[in-house]
């Protein structure tokens, strides 16, 4: 375990620890006492019908749903719904590398097993069951990962999701994008001060770090936006100063063997292994009403990629999001992407199921 | 000067080496002895007036031209046509970094000075002219990097050029571009064996050279040709067999240093050189009956950004290659490829001007 003050409630605000015990993994071994970090926003009713679950991506945790994407007006309405953010196990505030400590101590650092995105979701279900008594989701929404995190939930319990909104990602990962992620990782592997994994402190990383956010720069944003210098709009000078300003230092805080957690686990998602790598039987098992909704300008999780699953979801729709900023939309920066979110998740919350 | 048997007729067929004597560079200094390695097909004629030009790209050589574009039964055709293909410098086989001995034993490695677009074009020039007399070009045609010279061609000299073909490149590179070019730079860089230049063989930067393949494996092939294992084709079992086979090899043989030289070109082509930042101004200038020919999956030199710039191309056509390869469809690797280069180019050569 080492300390990263950025894993913290003075960076992230407030979020609770809930234990689940014992997660037995997908890859073999277990995490002896898994904690994962949720924040939530309003009320469960009598009925307990009106919970929404949002799932996190790589590098993502709760903060940017209460910023941005939670909250009343919009259609993540606390003042309707009990919504419940749970960040995926590896993301630094739930059990992850960094810090695994007490009965999880030996889990630490380099050697965190490896865990897929099946378990974050039977991790979520679980705690959502014991800790809350929830046995039905209105709703599941989640970007990137989160997206895989919501179709592996749409799939692992179709009993329990009645709608769902995988954003910007994909049911199974495509091979560009493993190889996309692969060279993130090595941006990180091949920083010296990563050690293979026991580092002191992320800063012995911080080279690779800010490698890895320039590929970020390079994939996560659109050819469009560097052309448009739709950074500006964040009062940057230029495209350096936005790295240097932005990317940088929001990788740079970051635990590495965190993200080669998230990585590997994101690099692997796949719903076929429900259905013996059939992709067609997988989605099939979908039952919740689906908005399947990548953005526009995506450069590696592209509609295209999006579309393709969406055909075989049974009760799907595809909305596309258009951002010119890309899969980085997410964070929700430009000015007419969250209405796009709240017009075609209100919609969706208002289906009958 | 390092030895690096890549770059040696062994490798790359017979080519002559010109001197053009000393070239003085844009960006201050000169090489004091700049050679030239050119190949050329066919004869030419009596009235002179039968030269193509083929520019090289970044990493490529003639080699490629000779293999895959260049022939009877092509539109670069050597019983037609004096065919000219002049490698750019820093390619490894002209002047550049690696080689750099002799009258240029002072800008060996690390001291090599920064080369622009135009001033390869001014050395083409006075190659061609002093060389072979030539006055008229009747087509000038490259691939990326190569499609910066041709544009720079039509620019700097439109009296001489009478067709213009750039393919899968830009007049102006884009912010993205720069970007997306940096990283590749960084994978570099980022090698303890570079050595800020200074290393004994390029054997040294393997690991940097390796990175740098793997983010043209994300960047340079397309979201598609990864989904569609067209690897396959080329009889590689995994696309992990694919990058350690094809991707790997191609980069790791080639020195650090050249690769910087024409990287750092590449980074800021950019015809508006010419008229004070005005792309309008200075692709009008363009007198040259241009097809403007991007590659369909181009993830960094999308359609889009190709035809906004063919629009302001006087006498142009914006004519589209289909290929799922993507930038890299540049080899000329699928089937359809070449036959539908040979179909615009021999359409444009078929134009009176």
């Known amino acids: 375990m080492i300390a990263n003050q950025f894993y913290t409630p003075e960076f992230h605000g407030e979020y609770e620890l809930v234990s689940i015990g014992r997660l037995d993994l997908e890859e073999g071994g277990s995490i002896p006492d898994c904690h994962l970090a949720i924040t939530t926003w309003g009320e469960i009713n009598e009925a307990r019908d009106n919970v929404i679950l949002i799932t996190t991506w790589y590098s993502g945790t709760h903060q940017i749903f209460r910023d941005a994407y939670v909250g009343e007006g919009?259609?993540?309405?606390?003042?309707?719904?009990?919504?419940?953010?749970?960040?995926?196990?590896?993301?630094?505030?739930?059990?992850?590398?960094?810090?695994?400590?007490g009965p999880n101590a030996d889990?630490?650092?380099?050697?965190?097993?490896k865990v897929r995105i099946g378990d974050d979701v039977v991790a979520q279900e679980r705690l959502l069951r014991e800790h809350f008594g929830i046995e039905k989701l209105a709703l599941v929404v989640g970007g990137s990962m989160g997206a895989q995190q919501t179709y592996e939930w749409a799939i692992r319990f179709p009993d329990?999701?009645?709608?769902?909104?995988?954003?910007a990602g994909t049911a199974q990962n495509t091979p560009h994008d493993f190889l996309y992620t692969e060279s993130l990782n090595e941006q990180i592997w091949s920083d010296p001060g990563w050690n293979g994994g026991e580092y002191k402190s992320n800063e012995d990383v911080e080279d690779g770090l800010k490698r890895h956010a320039h590929i970020w720069g390079i994939m996560g944003f659109s050819t469009e936006f560097w052309k448009q210098e739709v950074w500006?709009?964040?009062?940057?000078?230029?495209?350096?100063?936005?790295?240097?300003g932005f990317l940088e230092p929001y990788f740079t805080v970051m635990d590495p063997n965190d993200l080669l957690c998230m990585a590997w686990k994101w690099q692997r998602g796949d719903v076929t292994r429900h259905a013996s790598g059939d992709l067609e039987a997988a989605l099939g098992r979908i039952t919740a009403k689906t908005f399947v909704m990548p953005i526009s300008e995506d450069m590696f999780f592209p509609?295209?990629?999006?579309?393709?699953?969406?055909?075989l979801v049974p009760n799907s729709e595809l909305r596309v999001v258009d951002d010119v900023l890309g899969h980085l939309g997410l964070f929700g920066v430009a000015p007419t992407y969250i209405p796009q979110i709240d017009e075609h998740l209100g919609e969706l919350l208002a289906t009958k199921v």
Chains 1, 2 share one sequence.
């Open 303 to 311: 509609p295209r990629d999006c579309k393709a699953e969406q055909e």
């Open 74 to 101: 919009h259609a993540l309405d606390p003042s309707k719904y009990f919504i419940v953010c749970i960040n995926q196990i590896g993301n630094g505030l739930s059990t992850s590398p960094h810090n695994a400590d």
């Open 160 to 167: 329990k999701v009645e709608r769902a909104a995988p954003i």
């Open 232 to 244: 500006r709009a964040l009062e940057f000078e230029s495209k350096e100063a936005f790295l240097e």
């Open 107 to 113: 889990l630490a650092m380099s050697k965190f097993p």
